[in-house]
């Protein structure tokens, strides 16, 4: 944890996350740091001629200090080797939407490709073809106090 001051009082702000997934199991873990993640449609890029999927997204701080207020901060996310995107409930022309990511699954393919799923609330996903898992997750920047997010409803989401 670093110390930063700000106005006089000593606040706690958690060094700044790096991830990278490879398998199943990676994803999982930045599932969780992603979980309840704010964006919006525009916020969302598929790069079919570089096989890239990206995204910034205001993340929930899972990793705070229970000390500290509630906090999002500004994160990149990033899928290599995507060889197709699919949306469902989500109109790509209405760019200022607003997406709460849930969770991010993987469905295997023929080893090692699959489907890359990201589960937002409201019954919306995306769907990446995907050659392999290789996805990279970096906080870029802006902290922000933020209200605890809302309890999952389970039943919403499957």
């Not at 930045?30 to 790069?47: E, F, G, P, T």
């Not at 990206?54 to 996310?77: M, Q, S």
């Amino acid at each position: 944890m670093n110390d930063r001051r700000q106005d006089g009082n000593e606040e706690m702000v958690s060094d700044p996350l790096k991830l990278r997934a490879l398998d199943s199991d990676d994803l999982a873990v930045m599932s969780a740091h992603l979980q309840h993640a704010q964006l919006r449609v525009s916020d969302l890029a598929y790069l079919p001629h570089e096989q890239r999927f990206v995204f910034c997204a205001g993340r929930y701080e899972w990793e705070h200090d229970p000390r500290t207020p509630r906090r999002r901060r500004l994160t990149g996310f990033h899928f290599e080797r995507v060889q197709g995107a699919q949306m469902r409930n989500i109109d790509p022309r209405i760019s200022e939407t607003e997406l709460e990511l849930i969770a991010i699954g993987f469905e295997p393919g023929d080893a090692p490709s699959g489907s890359v799923i990201l589960f937002f609330a409201d019954d919306r996903t995306l769907r990446l073809e995907v050659e392999c898992i290789e996805a990279q997750m970096r906080d870029m920047g802006p902290v922000w106090q933020a209200d605890p997010p809302p309890p999952i409803d389970e039943e919403d989401n499957q």
